[in-house]
């Protein structure tokens, strides 16, 4: 009873005093803006409490598989569960977003200094890591996660998933380093369906390997780090979903990814990638889809070689898949128009789309060129101009203070793509606060300029089933559907 009594005084307080602040609001959106209201309820409670089970609203199980954040209370990964939500600061998430940025556009940035080179394959486009992490590019842990199965009996390991990697799938394997973690490595010889690449092959990248296997020693300063071997083995997804004879590379013997993680799926449009083996030959299934989590809480989802959305009445909007040469690997869209508050935004096509964009996991915010950025910055804050500025959040510069306030709303995005698809942006896919569930704080748009190319990040894809239909050469989005 007593508890009772305080939680009723502590919502009567909030109700009466709004600058003492309350998370609870609700939500809704109208006329091309998103209004947010104060209320002493949190309609959102359920979902702060997720089901672990890998419950989720996307494809049936036998064809998807559950997609977590980094810091979810869902994720395998030690390191998630001992940060209990612990969301990182925005310095954090703008330098990843950086590192990320920066490995993919370094090529156009002549005039600002490179990352130190990595020992790589000696040819075929692959990059060793130096140090640690699969993905060199990436500090720490990828930032959504699969488990996926491996070998015969399957070997089920938590491994992260990105579409802009170059060359293969990259696991964690046996032997280990001697001050190696060794418990969430593959073990190549327990499995029986698994083969080596021969030396040679088209399927060896490595043209600096000699003896019979596709295998390549990576030392530096005449150390040795350790040894990338190729192999083909069976690929477990779900139960019912497997690929045979799927070509990926061991990192041996002090190798090893920074968040005990074991691996990342290679889902880029490389031949030798996830996405190319398991495309599908019917014309009525596409390559892969997923959905990203709203909240690092919720659970999102995987799927290879599912049905066509369209065929199964959901509603699906396609933009054409275009080619990049400077990177193939890399699914390219072509943005050509934004729009807010129902409004078209006065930007020439030819501008906003000139050398593509970019659709991006590992990247959080949403990356526009700067003249692009600039029309769209300099009409939101016209459209917001009788709320309170804030300081800006780094690179985040169009901010505002909700504090005080028992009610706001801001002017809907839209993004436009070329062939009609639309993608509208709802409150936290275009706003970060440093607190999701409490908007009455500090809420900046969260969008960047920046000199390199466009990229629409993991926050503006949350939620949305991205749907990538190689074969038909174009990528889906299906709102609402995680």
């Given amino acids: 009873m007593a508890s009772a009594v305080h939680s009723l005084l502590v919502c009567l307080v909030l109700l009466v005093s709004p600058y003492l602040g309350c998370s609870y609001h609700t939500s809704y959106t109208q006329g091309g803006r998103h209004y947010v209201l104060r209320s002493n309820r949190d309609p959102r409670q359920p979902k702060q409490t997720p089901t672990c089970s890998s419950a989720h609203s996307g494809p049936s199980s036998s064809q998807a598989a559950p997609v977590v954040h980094r810091l979810s209370p869902c994720s395998p990964l030690g390191a998630a569960r001992n940060q209990q939500l612990e969301k990182p600061s925005v310095a954090d998430v703008l330098h990843r977003d950086a590192l990320r940025l920066r490995s993919m556009f370094q090529e156009h940035n002549h005039g600002s200094p490179s990352p130190a080179p990595a020992p790589t394959s000696a040819g075929g486009g692959l990059s060793i890591p130096s140090r640690g992490d699969p993905i060199q590019e990436l500090p720490g842990a990828f930032e959504y996660h699969v488990i996926a ?27 280990c380093g001697a001050d190696e973690p060794c418990h969430h490595a593959f073990d190549p010889s327990a499995s029986s369906s698994i083969a080596q690449v021969p030396c040679g092959s088209p399927d060896c990248p490595f043209k600096g390997c000699s003896g019979p296997s596709c295998t390549l020693s990576v030392s530096t300063n005449n150390t040795l780090l350790g040894n990338a071997t190729f ?34 799926l290679d889902l880029s449009r490389n031949s030798h990638s996830l996405a190319s083996r398991a495309a599908p030959s019917s ?117 505002y203070n909700f504090t005080a306030l028992n009610s706001f709303s ?56 991205v749907v990538y239909d190689v074969r038909g050469g174009k990528v889906g989005f299906v709102p609402y559907r995680c």
């Fill in 410 to 465: 801001v002017p809907a995005v839209t993004l436009k793509f070329d062939g009609g698809a639309e993608v509208d942006l709802w409150m936290d896919q275009m706003m970060y606060f440093p607190e999701p569930a409490s908007p009455f704080s500090i809420g900046c748009l969260a969008f960047v300029a920046q000199d390199g190319g466009a990229v629409i990040g993991s926050m503006a894809q949350m939620s949305t089933e």
């Fill in 283 to 399: 014309p009525d299934a596409v390559a892969f889809s997923y959905c990203l989590p709203s909240y690092p809480s919720d659970v999102g989802f995987l799927s290879l070689g599912a049905t066509k959305p369209e065929l199964l009445g959901r509603k699906v909007s396609y933009t054409p898949l275009r080619s990049n040469h400077r990177n193939g690997n890399l699914y390219v869209v072509e943005l050509v128009g934004l729009g807010l508050g129902g409004v078209d935004l006065p930007i020439p096509r030819a501008t906003i789309a000139l050398g593509g964009t970019i659709l991006e996991l590992h990247t959080t915010f949403t990356y526009l060129k700067p003249q692009v950025y600039a029309v769209l910055r300099d009409h939101f804050r016209k459209s917001m101009s009788k709320y309170p500025v804030a300081p800006p959040l780094g690179s985040l510069d169009t901010c």
């Fill in 149 to 175: 199965g491996f070998g015969t009996p399957v070997q089920q390991f938590t491994v992260g998933f990105d579409t802009t990697t170059t060359g293969a799938t990259q696991l964690q394997c046996k032997p």
């Fill in 231 to 264: 192999f083909t083995d069976t690929l477990t997804l779900t139960p019912w979903n497997t690929v045979d004879n799927f070509r990926f590379v061991c990192l041996e013997a002090g190798f090893g990814p920074g968040d005990s993680s074991t691996g990342i």
